[in-house]
């Protein structure tokens, strides 16, 4: 197995989710996820927002607002729509992951939430669809004022596994509060509840990156990475409180804390510009985890190789 580093466009097509995994643990901290919105006119509408996103150095394409029951990537006019994430995948060479929403009816609300339709929502159904869509690995998470709680993520991770099989890749967390009351913050997730994901067979951890929610620092990020690591799975940072929009010094700085954190990969937001996080900063957030060399040779690769 090679380290996902390594790795061109005809490796992904082969690798299962768990082959995935371990190339990115081979990688040692030096994995880039892309987040990016599907459903909205891209940046520059002559390409996709994740054709953009992997041109400045993503290794990873993560899909938000994507509904499985509605398939569409803006910016792929003459995909159909059942083709449209097998499509995406030639295109851009790289895995591509999708967003998937475990809505708690009951989450106490700290401000007024949105509906979202069934498409997004976690459910054996979406899986079923996920997995026939083509898609490489699910993140269970939850958008800002979609009312996600910790206890249906750990639900939805084990319908998850139960419907996409043990070869799947799954990533469970929050990365802010997603419009909870008591879910935010420093009280964002539990240790004990962390545990409880990938014992219900997360094989990755989603936490916020050191600096991107109240009270995340440094050492608390560490703490909760330690756990993942000591139950066996990865730990993925995150960056979704849209400073994917600011300056190249602050996501220097975010970067280099969630490696001082000991994050296997990381993972950078769609709220830059439209359903993108700003190009550069993706570049600028590759070239401080891994340097210039990893980060041109992934921005350069061709999708032939």
Request: charged share 20%.
């Amino acid at each position: 197995m090679k380290r996902l580093l390594d790795c061109t466009a005809s490796d992904f097509v082969r690798m299962t989710g768990k082959e995935l995994k371990q190339a990115i643990k081979a990688s040692e901290g030096r994995v880039l996820v892309a987040e990016v919105v599907a459903a909205v006119t891209p940046l520059y509408p002559s390409v996709t927002n994740a054709e953009l996103a992997a041109s400045f150095g993503a290794d990873m394409i993560l899909l938000n607002f994507f509904d499985v029951f509605a398939p569409r990537v803006e910016g792929l006019t003459d995909s159909n729509p059942a083709d449209a994430v097998r499509d995406l995948k030639r295109l851009i060479g790289r895995p591509v992951g999708l967003n998937l929403e475990p809505v708690d009816p009951g989450a106490r609300q700290a401000e007024q939430l949105h509906a979202l339709p069934p498409g997004r929502l976690a459910s054996a159904e979406t899986f079923a669809a996920a997995k026939e869509l083509g898609f490489d690995f699910i993140c269970l998470t939850g958008n800002p004022k979609t009312g996600v709680t910790n206890k249906e993520i750990q639900e939805a991770v084990r319908t998850a596994r139960d419907v996409m099989g043990t070869e799947a890749l799954i990533i469970a967390g929050k990365m802010h509060g997603a419009g909870v009351e008591g879910e935010a913050g420093r009280d964002l997730v539990a240790k004990q509840e962390v545990i409880g994901f990938i014992e219900a067979g997360a094989d990755m951890i989603l936490l916020p990156s050191p600096g991107t929610v109240p009270g995340m620092t440094l050492e608390s990020a560490k703490a909760m990475v330690d756990a993942v690591h000591a139950h066996g799975a990865l730990a993925l940072l995150a960056t979704g409180t849209s400073q994917e929009g600011s300056d190249e010094a602050t996501i220097r700085q975010i970067a280099l804390n969630s490696k001082m954190a000991g994050a296997d990969l990381y993972h950078i937001g769609d709220a830059g510009y439209n359903g993108i996080a700003v190009p550069e900063n993706i570049m600028h957030y590759s070239i401080t985890i891994r340097g210039k060399r990893h980060t041109y040779v992934r921005m350069a690769s061709s999708v032939l190789r």
